[in-house]
Nanobody, 125 residues
Framework: QVQLVESGGGLVQAGGSLRLSCGAS????????MGWFRQAPGKEREIVAA????????FKATSVRGRFTISRDNAKNTVYLQMDSLKPEDTAVYYC??????????????????WGQGTQVTVSS
């Protein structure tokens, strides 16, 4: 049984920062590529960032490149999304997702097997 729990969302002013954390239960985290997705009202879920099993490679969406950083600490079974220079268009529910026992990066949401409950990020003007 694998579960993901996101935390760190909240309300922040434009230009501010938040750090999202995703804690994973289970014993396969270190063998799993991870991703952060977001979904705003009326929009499709979209990839934000992804990281492979050991953190040696990563993907970031063009819209967040230079502002967001994805990282992981396998010893703590945790993946992070550091969000700096936040913009109102970053407002969304952010989801952590895992590809069970799949080590490499995937940007398509349907390729992920396990999802967290989501955490709301709201960026005000």
């Amino acid at each position: 049984q694998v579960q993901l729990v996101e935390s760190g969302g909240g309300l922040v002013q434009a230009g501010g920062s938040l750090r999202l954390s995703c804690g994973a239960s289970g014993r396969t985290f270190s063998s799993s590529a991870m991703g952060w997705f977001r979904q705003a009202p009326g929009k499709e879920r979209e990839i934000v960032a992804a990281i492979n099993w050991d953190g040696s490679s990563f993907f970031k969406a063009t819209s967040v490149r230079g502002r967001f950083t994805i990282s992981r600490d396998n010893a703590k079974n945790t993946v992070y999304l550091q969000m700096d220079s936040l913009k109102p268009e970053d407002t969304a529910v952010y989801y952590c997702a895992a590809r069970r026992s799949q080590q490499e990066i995937e940007v398509r949401s349907w390729a992920y097997d396990v999802w967290g409950q989501g955490t709301q990020v709201t960026v005000s003007s």
